[in-house]
């Protein structure tokens, strides 16, 4: 390997790894500080059809057991918005039983922002860091 991809490899490695959420969804950007921090939780599973699935939202870790809000779910496609604050830590878990075994899968995010001068057309504020994957991969 030549010295120059060498270093051009390493800036690439030390740009991406240094900031989450380097890469700006410029569709889900605002060009003011009036914008949404929503946390999204994601729990279609369209190959699975669960019974009586439910999600439990919490704030901080799942150990510590605050919970804020309880869904029981009856679309299973469905998506589940919360207003919530930034850079306050959420956990979540999805109770579901399929085929007579019961699972829970969890996940965790902490809301953030940042303001992104050039990547989009305008300058823009990005919310990011804002979902909870409680999707079940393997069982």
């Known amino acids: 390997m030549s010295r120059t991809s060498l270093i051009l490899s390493i800036l690439l490695l030390l740009l991406f790894s240094c900031e989450e959420g380097y890469l700006t969804n410029c569709s889900q950007c605002y060009t ?3 914008y949404a921090v ?21 704030e901080g870790p799942v150990s510590d057991g605050i919970v804020i809000e309880r869904y029981s779910i009856i679309d ?29 899968t ?16 305008e300058p823009c504020w990005y919310v990011y860091d804002n ?9």
């Open 131 to 139: 979902i909870l994957d409680l999707r079940l991969r393997y069982d």
């Open 76 to 104: 299973p496609n469905a998506t589940i918005y919360y207003d919530a604050i930034l850079y306050k830590d959420y956990s979540a878990t999805l109770e579901v039983r399929y085929d007579g075994k019961n699972y829970v």
């Open 38 to 58: 929503r946390l999204k939780i994601s729990i279609r599973n369209p190959e699975r059809i669960s019974e009586n699935p439910v999600v439990t939202l919490y």
């Open 32 to 34: 003011s500080e009036d």
């Open 106 to 121: 969890t996940a965790g995010a902490c809301p953030k922002v940042r303001y992104d001068e050039t990547t989009c057309e």
